[in-house]
């Protein structure tokens, strides 16, 4: 059963592979993709523009929040913000080191962020992601965005979150979860 209580079993990414074979395919936030396409598609953003491993992985765990919970799809239009970088984040830090825990735990921030400084950034951003985007905070006060930049992840945090608003395109090609299960073997923290 995958909730926000789910932890890590011995085979840790089996474990991960499991969580999107079972929850991959619901709707990702009313986006014309689904959570495993948009994972798929972010990690895919991230090795063309030659990000590292941690932060590759980082792109395709960093909505792994949003298949840990029973909450509705269209969540954000009833007013609920699920946390999920938060859950997400958790889910992992037992597993990888913080190169690739931050900046799923920041990628929200990063969106704050970013619609704060970039009018670019924002005039991007889909319907779905500035309905979220005011249930997370809205865009950061100048405070806040001292704050986030004192974070050593922060940068690539960003990153992640470029790769995630380019993650949204139906029917892209894209490798299969199961290819980066070597890759997130790699990563995963040895006791
Ligand atoms: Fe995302």
């Given amino acids: 059963m995958a909730d926000g ?16 074979r079972d929850r991959g395919t619901s709707e990702y936030g009313g986006e014309s993709v689904t959570q ?3 994972a798929l598609q972010a990690a895919a953003c991230a090795m063309a523009d030659g990000a590292h491993e941690a932060l590759v992985a980082a792109a395709l765990l ?3 929040g949003h298949l840990l919970h029973d909450l509705p799809e ?7 913000d699920d946390h999920h970088e938060n ?8 597993i990888f080191g913080p190169e690739v825990c931050e900046p799923v735990r920041l990628h929200v ?16 951003l889909s319907e779905p992601s500035i309905t979220s985007l005011m249930l997370q905070g809205g865009p950061m006060s100048a405070e806040e965005q ?3 930049r004192s974070n050593p992840h922060w940068e690539a945090a960003v990153r992640l979150r470029r790769y995630d608003e380019e993650a949204k395109v139906p029917g892209a090609r894209t ?4 290819e980066f299960s070597e890759l997130l073997g790699q990563l995963v923290k040895r006791a």
């Fill in 146 to 148: 001292e704050a986030f």
């Fill in 62 to 64: 960093h909505d792994i």
């Fill in 175 to 178: 490798p299969t979860v199961e």
């Fill in 74 to 80: 269209d969540a954000p239009d009833e007013g609920i």
């Fill in 36 to 38: 495993e396409e948009h």
């Fill in 5 to 20: 209580k789910t932890t890590a079993a011995a085979d840790p990414v089996e474990t991960i592979l499991q969580l999107f």
């Fill in 87 to 94: 859950s997400g984040a958790r889910f992992i830090e037992s």
């Fill in 109 to 124: 921030a990063a969106k704050r962020y970013l619609t704060a400084v970039e009018p670019e950034y924002r005039a991007k």
